[in-house]
């Protein structure tokens, strides 16, 4: 490591590259007029709002009536992070959710996404370009199923 790289500067605000928006081809029946399958783009998101979402999908756990603990929704809060990441299509357009008679953006996720492996290609997408992990897609896996 050089002089330079031990300085403070290269972590200096402003100075981390921006996340790049990435296409990704997650289903093949959504084509455009030549045929050519339409990709999703999916932007990562910031740590402060992963840790929100993750607090919005931890549920209580009861024993007997009684409060034990609190557990991470982990299907929720993957197809919340998916709603997130993705920028196109935009799961919270209402036009797009009205078409489908639907309200939650997860609900239209699972509807525009329901052949095979689609779901999952999403996911495992949306994993990568968030940086999680082996561990975390596991989890996530361990959740679809």
């Known amino acids: 490591m050089t002089t330079a790289t031990?300085?403070?500067?290269?972590?200096?605000?402003?100075?981390?590259?921006?996340?790049?928006?990435?296409?990704?081809?997650?289903?093949r029946r959504y084509a455009d007029d030549e045929g050519n399958p339409i990709p999703f783009q999916l932007k990562a998101v910031d740590t402060k709002r992963i840790e929100d979402l993750q607090?919005?999908?931890?549920?209580?756990q009861f024993k007997k009536g009684k409060k034990v603990g609190e557990e991470v929704d982990w299907k929720r809060f993957a197809c919340r992070l998916a709603v997130e990441t993705?920028?196109?299509?935009?799961?919270?357009?209402?036009?797009?959710?009205?078409?489908?008679?639907?309200?939650?953006?997860c609900d239209l996720v699972k509807e525009i996404l329901n052949v095979g492996g689609e779901y999952a290609e999403l996911i495992q997408a949306v994993q990568?370009?968030?940086?999680?992990?082996?561990?975390?897609?596991e989890l996530v896996d361990e959740a679809k199923n």
């Open 55 to 60: 607090d919005e999908c931890t549920v209580p």
């Open 86 to 105: 993705t920028i196109y299509p935009n799961f919270r357009d209402q036009e797009l959710l009205g078409s489908y008679g639907i309200v939650d953006p």
């Open 128 to 137: 990568r370009v968030n940086g999680f992990d082996t561990d975390f897609e």
């Open 6 to 27: 031990k300085t403070m500067d290269v972590f200096m605000k402003g100075k981390a590259k921006q996340a790049v928006i990435e296409e990704v081809v997650v289903s």
